[in-house]
Structures are given as structure tokens and as C-alpha cells.
């Protein structure tokens, strides 16, 4: 099945700058590569996606990445605020693109 | 549209004892889905459904039963309850098709095995 394997498990970043997160997958066939966030005591909620066929997507301050070559995908979060203090996760679904893979997640701590 | 609902929020059971988690969503998505949530190892799968009648394993299957007799629902059972099942447990349904990939999250049980 589909491995995900996410780096760092923490980053502390001063606000204002910038957060990368990177993952890897294992399985070659996968297409969709959601990114998620999870606040204290919450669900997961989604926070940006990408399919296979597209390099970049962007949204505001977060972008996504994906090098299908290298089977790795990132997330940028730029301006970091406060309230992107959370834990991410990201995830890859397998070949039939049914089941979604988590990876272990990384704690985000934005220092004011 | 409520989304994805769990119940109970909370449960503390004995070991050995038997439960079941209810989880419904009402939009008619074709893919349900449980996950545990232990510190450090992210969301790992249970079991799955592509649809009404359809179910399958995940990574970490044993000691939980799962049916699928609705597109609405998609209940977790646990035949006898062991500390090493204390966690959190989410649920989770996503489209198969219609042009969105997106998979929503139920608020998620806690539970506690003594």
C-alpha cells in the first residue's frame, strides 16, 4: 500500500516567515494530494489539493508543490500568522484513488 | 447539511467490553472511511466503503468490524475492547465522482479503554 513519510514533525517559525513541510510517497500511480490542518481538539480540515497533472497551486498564503519524478510534494505557507499554529498533515491516495494515506504530521508553532 | 457526524463524543469502556461508533454524513458521497489518531502517528486507516454493501480493510484492521448497509452509514464496531484501542477515531466520506476530490472529517470520538 501507499506510504507517506512527512518531515519535519515540529518546526517553530518567528512570525512573518515562511514554513516549508515535505513529504514523500511510495506509491507511483497516486494522483491526489490533499494537505490538512488540525487544530487543538479539532477534525482535520482541508487546506489545499493537488492532482498529479498540475506542478503548482496556490492559494493566498499557502502553495502546494508536487515532483511526480521524485514522488515528493510540499507546502508553503508564507507571512506566517499566529493562527497557523497547528499540526499538518499530508496525504496521498493509492492507485485506485480511493484510500487516502496520512502522513505522521508536523506541528507548526508560530512565535510572535 | 450536517456534513459528517460521529457519536458519542466520548466513551470509556472496561476491557472486553463491545461498542459500536456511529457515523453518518448526508452527502451522499460514495467513499466512507475510519481513522484512529494516537500521538506521533498521524491518521491510520481501519477500514473503508466504496459504496452501499462494500467494505474493506485498512492498515490497522484487527479488533474492529465495520457494515455498510446505507450510502448514510458506515458504523465501527469493536468486538472487545483493548487498552491498546484508546484513542481518537474519526470518520471521514469523500466523493467518487462529480469533480471534487475533497474528504471531510467527523468531529471524532474519544475513547478510553481501562
Known amino acids: 500500500g501507499e506510504n507517506v513519510e512527512q518531515h519535519p514533525s515540529t518546526l517553530s517559525v518567528q512570525e512573518g516567515d515562511s514554513a516549508v513541510i515535505k513529504c514523500t510517497y511510495s506509491?507511483?500511480?497516486?494522483?491526489?494530494f490533499p494537505w490538512y490542518k488540525q487544530e487543538l481538539g479539532k477534525r482535520p480540515q482541508l487546506i489545499i489539493d493537488?492532482?498529479?497533472?498540475?506542478g503548482e497551486k496556490k492559494d493566498q498564503r499557502i502553495a502546494v508543490t508536487l515532483n511526480k519524478t521524485a514522488k515528493h510534494f510540499s507546502l508553503h505557507i508564507t507571512e506566517t500568522q499566529p493562527e497557523d499554529s497547528a499540526v499538518y498533515f499530508c496525504?496521498?491516495?493509492?492507485?485506485?484513488?480511493?484510500?487516502?494515506?496520512f502522513g505522521a504530521g508536523t506541528t507548526v508553532t508560530v512565535r510572535a | 447539511n450536517a456534513g459528517v457526524t460521529q457519536t458519542p463524543k466520548f466513551q470509556v469502556l472496561k476491557t472486553g467490553q463491545s461498542m459500536t461508533l456511529q457515523c453518518a454524513q448526508d452527502m451522499n458521497h460514495e467513499y466512507m472511511s475510519w481513522y484512529r489518531q494516537d500521538p506521533g502517528m498521524g491518521l491510520r486507516l481501519i477500514h473503508y466503503s466504496v459504496g452501499a454493501g462494500i467494505t474493506d480493510q485498512g492498515e490497522v484492521p484487527n479488533g474492529y468490524n465495520v457494515s455498510r448497509s446505507t450510502t448514510e452509514d458506515f458504523p465501527l464496531r469493536l468486538l472487545s475492547a483493548a487498552p491498546s484501542q484508546t484513542s481518537v477515531y474519526f470518520c471521514?466520506?469523500?466523493?467518487?465522482?462529480?469533480?471534487?476530490?475533497?474528504?471531510?472529517f467527523g468531529p471524532g470520538t474519544r475513547l478510553t479503554v481501562l
Open positions: 496525504a496521498a491516495t493509492d492507485s485506485n484513488d480511493y484510500k487516502l494515506s
Open positions: 471521514a466520506s469523500r466523493p467518487l465522482a462529480g469533480g471534487t476530490d475533497t474528504q471531510y
Open positions: 493537488i492532482r498529479s497533472n498540475v
Open positions: 506509491d507511483s500511480a497516486s494522483n491526489y
